[in-house]
């Protein structure tokens, strides 16, 4: 069946360092690809898709690219900020008609 | 912007006992969803819900468990009888469209059940 796997956390960083958390899939078919956030307290929020291979989604700095060759859609930001400071959740949208998370990476950014 | 919500946010109960977890969706969504998240582990699909049934669930989902939507705006997740491995966040989901397409689901803060 569908899987992710993530990188295990937690991650510490300072302010403005360079950010990557890894993420690999096993799909059948062609899944959309998803990274959400948690921040303290609140619900998981869409961060970024990418619905097909080769596809780079981004949002506030954030960027990740599908790559189904790797079968990888790592999660990465060139200058993190405190506000960052969450958990960082892979997911999957394949065969199965819903959503297969990755463990989640706790990330703590420090000033 | 509209939110799903949650309530409780927090609820602790003895084992045994009967939980209801409620949900108000995105108003225009069509597709519900429960999650859980034990403590350190996976966020796990528990059931998808559409046109007032259920269209998908996990093996999680057994007998114990029970969703129903009785107003149109709620959407409810029954625990008949809580055992201390149901302790989780237990968080609701809505889309417009399937998950897995490029529908985008909007998750509630989650609710967080504790079991005595």
């Known amino acids: 069946g569908d899987s992710v796997t993530q990188m295990e956390g937690p991650v510490t960083l300072s302010e403005e360092a360079f950010l990557t958390i890894n993420c690999t899939y096993t799909?059948?078919?062609?899944?959309?690809l998803f990274w959400y956030v948690q921040y303290p307290g609140e619900g998981l929020q869409l961060l970024l898709k990418?619905?097909?291979?080769?596809d780079k989604g981004s949002n506030k700095g954030f960027e990740a690219t599908y790559r189904k060759e790797t079968t990888s859609f790592h999660l990465e930001k060139g200058s993190v900020q405190v506000s960052d400071s969450a958990v960082y959740f892979c997911?999957?949208?394949?065969?199965?008609?819903?959503?297969?998370f990755g463990s989640g990476t706790q990330l703590t950014v420090l000033p | 912007e509209p939110e799903v919500t949650q309530t409780p946010s927090h609820q602790v109960t003895q084992m045994g006992q009967e939980v209801i977890l409620r949900c108000v969706p995105i108003?225009?969504?069509?597709?519900f969803y429960w999650y859980r998240q034990i403590l350190g582990q996976k966020v796990e699909f528990l059931v998808s819900f559409y046109n007032n049934e259920i269209s998908e669930k996990s093996e999680i989902f057994d007998d114990q468990f029970s969703v129903e939507r009785p107003d149109g705006s709620n959407f409810t997740l029954k625990i008949r009888s809580t055992k201390l491995e149901d302790s989780a966040m237990y968080f609701c989901?809505?889309?417009?469209?399937?998950?897995?397409?490029?529908?985008?689901?909007?998750f509630g803060e989650g609710s967080r059940l504790t079991v005595l």
């Open positions: 997911a999957l949208g394949g065969s199965a008609r819903q959503l297969t």
């Open positions: 989901a809505s889309s417009e469209s399937r998950a897995g397409g490029i529908g985008e689901l909007f």
């Open positions: 108003s225009n969504h069509l597709y």
């Open positions: 799909a059948t078919g062609y899944p959309s």
């Open positions: 990418a619905t097909k291979a080769d």
